[in-house]
């Protein structure tokens, strides 16, 4: 009777998944909103009638909407929207929490199915919790790297842009039509935040804290400081990206440097528990033992707690600021 429960509730969290995916997909982007005020006029009319018809995701996406507006009056939900973001997924809190609650069922049902046992089952429901959070993190580091990347070409093509006669605004539109993602779209949001209304310096300031990224920080530096002192602003934009390059190029060493090292403490900390969770599928009461009041409950947790620290200090010496 639990396992149909469990079943039951777990069909139900995919066709609500499946329904706010819908009213996703359907939802007009943002950039299209912005579009009708800032875009091209030819395709405005357009855009605008087809919104006016109501579509089959229209009130999945007004409830996805309304969920989120109240999420992000937290201040966890508004940081974790600012991570989805970073992360360069479409998706919304409200969305991201379903798929994390989703993740959960779905370990759990899986360690129950294999296992007959509730204590797997807790123990991979625990392992769904982490997933999308895992995924979310590695999503903004490579987003992140890709970014900082393509800071090169972005500095080569403003100064460029800038000694050909352009301003900084038409610039930076030009870096936005010519970059791929992730530097691409995120500079062409700097463009429509100055149509907007927005000052210069506070939508690269916005920029900044959309990215993420030290480099880039380092660019809006210089600016602000051209912006209050004056000069050649593309001189300064090719010192600045001849000390970026540098500084990639020193990164790239260390991290080739200590990757032996860096994947040493992963397989070290990563190992014990996959070889843990295997054996709890495959004979639960042996593995069960060590959660047995008494002393040897003091085990998994005072393992567990050795190998995070030891993964900490691992990463702590490898970890060489530039």
């Known amino acids: 009777m639990d396992l149909v429960l469990i079943a039951g509730g777990l069909i139900a969290v995919a066709i609500l998944v499946i ?15 912005l579009d009708d005020f800032v ?21 999945a996406g007004e409830l996805v909407q309304g969920f ?6 937290v201040s966890a939900a508004d940081r974790l929207a600012h991570g989805l973001h970073r992360a360069g997924l479409r998706l919304t809190v409200t969305e991201f929490l379903f798929v994390w609650l989703l993740s959960i069922v779905a370990g759990a049902l899986f360690g129950y199915l294999v296992s007959g046992s509730w204590l797997p089952a807790i123990m991979t429901g625990a392992l769904g919790a982490l997933l999308p959070y895992i995924i979310l993190r590695f999503r903004q580091g490579a987003r992140l790297s890709a970014f900082n990347r393509q800071l090169g070409n972005v500095l080569m093509q403003l100064a460029g842009s ?10 930076i539109d ?5 970059m791929p993602a992730p530097a691409g779209p995120e500079f062409a949001h700097v463009v429509r935040d100055v149509k907007l209304g927005l000052s210069m310096l506070a939508a690269l300031d916005a920029l900044v804290d ?21 000069g050649n ?15 990639v190029r020193i990164k790239g060493e260390l ?24 054996l709890m599928l495959l004979n639960p009461g042996y593995e069960s033992r060590l959660f047995a009041p008494g002393p040897t409950l003091c085990i998994p947790f005072c393992a567990l707690l050795s190998m995070l620290m030891g993964l900490f200090v691992i990463r702590r010496i490898v970890s060489i600021e530039v």
């Open 174 to 178: 030009f870096v936005a039509h010519e």
């Open 233 to 247: 602003l593309a001189e300064i934009l090719e010192t600045v990206n001849e000390t970026i390059r540098e500084r």
């Open 19 to 33: 329904f706010i995916g819908v009213g996703r997909a359907l939802e007009p982007p943002r950039s299209d909103r």
């Open 162 to 171: 800038m000694r050909a006669g352009y301003g900084l605004l038409q610039a």
């Open 68 to 73: 989120d507006k109240i999420l992000r009056s």
């Open 255 to 278: 991290r080739s440097l200590t990757a032996q090292q860096r994947y040493t403490g992963y397989v070290l900390s990563a190992l014990p528990i996959l070889v843990f969770m295997l």
């Open 210 to 230: 959309r990215v993420g990224s030290d480099d880039l920080m380092l660019i809006v530096t210089a600016v602000r400081i051209h912006h209050e002192t004056g």
């Open 39 to 59: 875009g091209d006029p030819s395709g405005r009319m357009r855009r605008q009638e087809e919104r006016r018809s109501p579509g089959l995701g229209a009130s």
